[in-house]
T-cell receptor, first 116, second 111 residues
Framework: GAVVSQHPSWVICKSGTSVKIECRSL??????MFWYRQFPKKSLMLMAT?????????EQGVEKDKFLINHASLTLSTLTVTSAHPEDSSFYIC????????????FGNGTRLTVT | GEDVEQSLFLSVREGDSSVINCTYT??????LYWYKQEPGAGLQLLTY?????DMKQDQRLTVLLNKKDKHLSLRIADTQTGDSAIYFC???????????FGAGTRLFVKA
């Protein structure tokens, strides 16, 4: 149980275009999902907390107008990288919180974004 | 403040035991977790320990928790080449209910 599906697993786009990444909880409802960015050989950097039915909470230094997050249902959160630039190229990972206090996070398999 | 620290690199020979160490700062953490990340993949939950325990064993994995020293370790017995990955320890920070991750320990297993 507790499967999180992330799509696409990789995407290449041109500078200036927008890219949408989906994160789905397949067998549980997730009121809270998280979006991370990971640079090569580095740890996870929390970008934002996605709350179902309300606005996302962004970490300091993350541009909310550039990284649009929508959590319209209990099983889906999306991250849209708008007007992508080569410096946005990275590995993006989502996670979802399973129900229950202090429950572990379950992660998607990540999306490798390359902006040319 | 919130901090989870890990050594960045560990190299072992196949068949030996690996011990990955982690220290954390939030003494009120109730659960501590170990995740494994293989190249190009997301994080896989390996195991976790509740803070009122000092040891948990799950097949080849043994987690030791020293709550007094805020020290957590993951021991992998009979390490295999397939265990080569990055291992993250994490705690739930009860102040903000965020999960705080260490920087990850890269485990290399030599055949």
């Amino acid at each position: 149980g507790a499967v999180v599906s992330q799509h696409p697993s990789w995407v290449i786009c041109k500078s200036g275009t927008s890219v949408k990444i989906e994160c789905r909880s397949l067998d549980f409802q997730a009121t809270t999902m998280f979006w991370y960015r990971q640079f090569p050989k580095k740890s996870l950097m929390l970008m934002a907390t996605s709350n179902e039915g309300s606005k996302a909470t962004y970490e300091q230094g993350v541009e909310k107008d550039k990284f649009l997050i929508n959590h319209a249902s209990l099983t889906l959160s999306t991250l849209t990288v708008t007007s992508a630039h080569p410096e946005d190229s990275s590995f993006y990972i989502c996670s979802a919180e399973t129900p229950g206090a202090n429950s572990p996070l379950h992660f998607g398999n990540g999306t490798r974004l390359t902006v040319t | 403040g919130e901090d989870v620290e890990q050594s960045l690199f560990l190299s072992v020979r196949e068949g030996d035991s690996s011990v990955i160490n982690c220290t954390y700062t939030d003494s009120s953490s109730t659960y501590l977790y170990w995740y494994k990340q293989e190249p190009g993949a997301g994080l896989q939950l390996l195991t976790y320990i509740f803070s009122n325990m000092d040891m948990k064993q799950d097949q080849r994995l043994t987690v030791l928790l020293n709550k007094k020293d805020k020290h957590l370790s993951l021991r992998i017995a009979d390490t295999q080449t397939g265990d080569s990955a990055i291992y993250f320890c994490a705690e739930i920070h009860t102040g903000g209910f965020k999960t705080i991750f260490g920087a990850g320990t890269r485990l290399f297993v030599k055949a």
